[in-house]
Every structure is written in structure tokens, then in C-alpha cells.
């Protein structure tokens, strides 16, 4: 089981603004990064650290974090958003140096 | 441009054993982490393993430590992934992936991922 939990399934309107979360105690100490996966496409990663992007994701693409849990927000969701989402972090709990979440499929309607 | 690619999958019987390889461009590989990560089919993600930049420090995830090895050959730009007594659950696509940052700043971060190699094991 993951120690990095996420909530499985998330819906959001076109163009409305969703919140995807990760919840772990290693959050407490290492930001998270998060990953978007597309069905049959390697993880693609979308926001990590504090505030950072990497080049040629939209900007729509945030993320914060407080305390033991980290948000990605899609802000004006779009029709191409449509994946599963995954964070990860250096793991603190079960002697591993890397732990991803369970993922959420989000769905834009 | 950076690339990463992966080959050695394919069918084995339990308890055998298989070896991976990412083969990877465009940057310079021995400066920077890598991992294996798999994901069984219709599941999520799951880290199996990471390697320190300077080979140093082998890390792996419970479910795996003690059957896999994983190594690297800055020669020729290469990862790799040793697996000895695979079992049925350790059926999935592995990838490999570049950590973001030189030098294992943070390490769990991957920028660049390859598009996976197929693992089946079954009798």
C-alpha cells in the first residue's frame, strides 16, 4: 500500500477549476512532484518543489503544499487534462528512498 | 534532446530471471540518478529502484529488494536492472527515469521517463 495517499477518482467541468491531493507524513519534510499519465504513455512530470513547472506545461498547472499534504490544482481545466494523476516523494516511513500515491484519474466533463 | 529507451522485456517463467537496459541521450548520464519504476497492468506506479549519481548508493523498494540489482555504465550511458526469482507479481511495464536534478539534489523527481519495456512472468 502506498504511504502516499490520493483520493481515486476526481471529476471537473470544462474550463472549472479541480484540486487533486496527496496526503503522507513524508510531505511533512519533501515536497511532492506530480506526474500525468495518459493511457498508454510514460508519466509526464507536471509541477514540482514549491512552485515550479517544467518547460511547456501550462501554466494552468499549480501546486502548493501545508503541512502533510500536497495539491496539484488545474485551474481552467481542459479536455486534454483528462489522465491519471500520481504524485511522489522521498519516502520517511517504510525504508524506501522513493513513494508514489495511489494516483487519481481525473475526468473533465 | 534527452532520450531514454528500454529494452530487455518479455516472458518468463517464475523464478527466472531477466535483465533490463535504458539506454539514454542527450545528457550527461553520469552526472545524474536513476530510477526504475513499474507499473503492473491497470495499476498505478510503484519506485523499484534508484541509483545514485555516482553509483554509490543502490536504493530499493521492499517488494523487490534482495531479487533486483540495479547498476549503471557511464560508458556507455546505460542503466540497468538485474531481476532474479521473479514471481507473478512482478508482471508490469518498467520504466526508467532521469532524476531532474544533477548530482541527487532531491531524487525523487524524474523529468525524463522512457516508454517502458514489458515484464511477464507466468508459467
Known amino acids: 500500500s502506498s504511504e502516499l495517499t490520493q483520493v481515486p477518482a476526481v471529476s471537473v467541468a470544462l474550463g472549472q477549476t479541480v484540486r487533486i491531493t496527496c496526503q503522507g507524513d513524508s510531505l511533512r519534510t519533501y515536497y511532492a512532484s506530480w506526474y500525468q499519465q495518459k493511457p498508454g504513455q510514460a508519466p509526464l512530470l507536471v509541477f514540482y518543489?514549491?512552485?515550479s513547472r517544467p518547460s511547456g506545461i501550462p501554466d494552468r498547472f499549480s501546486g502548493s503544499s501545508s503541512g502533510n499534504t500536497a495539491s496539484l490544482t488545474i485551474t481552467g481545466a481542459q479536455a486534454e487534462d483528462e489522465a491519471d494523476y500520481y504524485c511522489n516523494s522521498r519516502d520517511t516511513t517504510a525504508n524506501q528512498f522513493v513513494v508514489f500515491g495511489g494516483g487519481t484519474k481525473l475526468t473533465v466533463l | 534532446q534527452v532520450q531514454l529507451g528500454e529494452s530487455g522485456g518479455g516472458v518468463v517463467q517464475p523464478g527466472g530471471s531477466l535483465r533490463l537496459s535504458c539506454a539514454t541521450s542527450?545528457?550527461?548520464?553520469?552526472?545524474?540518478?536513476m530510477h526504475w519504476v513499474r507499473q503492473a497492468p491497470g495499476k498505478g506506479l510503484e519506485w523499484v529502484s534508484f541509483i545514485r549519481f555516482d553509483g554509490s548508493n543502490q536504493y530499493y523498494s521492499n517488494s523487490v529488494k534482495g531479487r533486483f540489482t540495479i547498476s549503471r555504465d557511464d560508458s556507455r550511458n546505460t542503466l540497468y536492472l538485474q531481476m532474479s526469482g521473479l514471481r507473478l507479481e512482478d508482471t508490469a511495464v518498467y520504466y526508467c527515469?532521469?532524476?531532474?536534478?544533477?548530482?541527487?539534489?532531491?531524487?525523487?523527481?524524474?523529468?525524463?521517463w522512457g516508454q517502458g519495456t514489458l515484464v511477464i512472468v507466468s508459467s
Open positions: 527515469a532521469k532524476t531532474l536534478d544533477a548530482y541527487d539534489t532531491s531524487g525523487h523527481e524524474s523529468d525524463y
Open positions: 542527450g545528457f550527461t548520464f553520469r552526472n545524474y540518478g
Open positions: 518543489g514549491k512552485d
